[in-house]
């Protein structure tokens, strides 16, 4: 008898946790890393926040709570998506989850039979395609064009759509790419599941990063079209928005609170209650105009690092980079670094068996973090399926401008020493 059971190697994971030992370890031996691989604000909570969490420690709200959440925090909730999407949303139908993250594993437990298809975008969050195999269900990536801003349009969607669909996955905007959905484009993407699909069949929307936008973009999401709010799934949360990454709180509106409630009892399984305290924070963030204006204040920060990083990439020879609209993070293209530093022809000498564990742009990640002492993602990490011929890096801007400008001019440094990458490879340490 084997001691882990099957289906736990079936289960992927997310890189961006994966690197910490490497930037942990190089740290240690006195390296100063900059670190573009995680969707962290480098940003404090909202001072009301921070403020609202200790009065609710002071007052010993510190216990068991209702596991779908508090009926202040849903009611906030509730309140914040009837006026940002115009949708009927009503407590009963939201819970609270410890971050953004468990829905999306928990709706693919929860709605897939094994057998029944999932649909998500590639480039997309790593976890969407990660749970796909562990469920039993059928991954059908739905692959973004570069040459198209990493968009799509219904068209694109409707040859992956069949009686099997059971989970569309939409992120809008979006991670990796910053895409930002157009209202023709939601409009023709509505259009084409109303007419396909059953109402047995859920989108999931993440907008978790809905208040990071650039360049007077809006954000739209799609269950403000017609018939959608019923078959939607809508998610978001604290991390991104209130720079709140451990705070752990995220929540979902339901198109039913029968769902609602069936996934009151996964929590109740597997968390019993998400901290009350944190919930209160998270109720006075979304009700405060304070709090309002700092996210709004952060968010043009972000656009002005947005604007000197695709700035200083476009210039680097081998790497072209598109500008995103929304969400904390360039996506280049570095296929061009890849040829000039000889990375696919030292991909295709590896063995086989290492191979399968890497690809050109991990060996330029991997060359970058250890020999340049600068942290990013590689393709493969949003998504495997499908994307060996593709090389791109994501790059989180949520670090300071400072630390921004030394890893451009170390990732330029890194983009022009073939002789670096050599050594590092025939090292053959820290190739995946």
Request: aromatic fraction near 10%.
């Amino acid at each position: 008898m084997a001691l882990f059971a099957e289906r736990v190697g079936l289960l992927d994971t997310e890189n961006a946790f994966k690197i910490g030992p490497y930037i942990r370890q190089l740290e240690a031996a006195g390296k100063r890393i900059i670190k573009c691989n995680l969707g962290e604000p480098d940003f404090p909570v909202p001072q009301p926040i921070k403020d609202e969490v200790k009065r609710q420690l002071d007052r010993d709200n510190t216990h068991y709570c209702d596991p779908q959440g508090i009926l202040p925090l849903r009611q906030a909730i509730a309140a914040h998506f009837r006026e940002t999407r115009g949708i009927p949303a009503t407590p009963d139908r939201v819970v609270v989850f410890p971050g953004a993250k468990p829905p999306i594993g928990f709706s693919q437990q929860t709605y897939c039979n094994p057998g029944d298809e999932v649909i998500y975008p590639s480039p997309g969050f790593p976890i969407y395609e990660s749970f796909i195999a562990y469920v039993g269900a059928v991954p059908k990536p739905l692959h973004l064009d570069e040459e198209r801003g990493f968009s799509f349009a219904g068209s694109d969607l409707a040859p992956l759509l069949s009686p099997r669909t059971k989970l569309i996955y939409l992120c809008f905007p979006s991670n990796p790419t910053g895409g930002v959905a157009s209202e023709a484009q939601l409009q023709e993407i509505a259009a084409l599941i109303r007419e396909r699909c059953g109402p047995e069949v859920r989108v999931y929307a993440d907008e978790v990063y809905e208040d990071i936008l650039f360049d007077g973009s809006q954000h739209r999401s799609i269950t403000a079209h017609p018939g959608m709010a019923e078959r939607t799934i809508l998610v978001s949360g604290a991390s991104k928005s209130f720079a709140w990454t451990g705070g752990r709180i995220g929540w979902v509106l339901f198109p039913t609170a029968a769902e609602a409630e069936c996934f009151r009892n996964l929590n109740i399984n597997y968390f019993s209650c998400i901290p009350a305290y944190n919930q209160e924070g998270c109720r006075l963030g979304l009700e405060s105009p304070e709090v309002a204006t700092v996210v709004a204040e952060r968010a043009a920060v972000f656009q002005q690092r947005r604007d000197l990083v695709v700035k200083g990439l476009n210039a680097i020879p081998g790497v072209r980079c598109q500008t995103p609209k929304g969400a904390f993070y360039v996506f280049p293209n570095i296929a061009g670094v890849c040829e000039r530093l000889g990375i696919l022809d030292a991909f295709r000498g590896l063995p086989p068996a290492v191979q399968a564990k890497t690809s050109p742009s991990t060996l330029f990640q991997l060359f970058l973090l250890f020999e340049h002492g600068v942290a990013t993602l590689d393709r493969k990490s949003f998504g495997r399926l499908g994307t060996e011929s593709l090389h791109f890096l994501r790059i989180s801007i949520a670090t300071d401008t400072d630390s921004l400008k030394e890893g451009l001019t170390r990732f330029a440094a890194a983009a022009g020493d073939r002789a670096g990458f050599q050594r590092f490879v025939e090292k053959g340490e820290h190739l995946f």
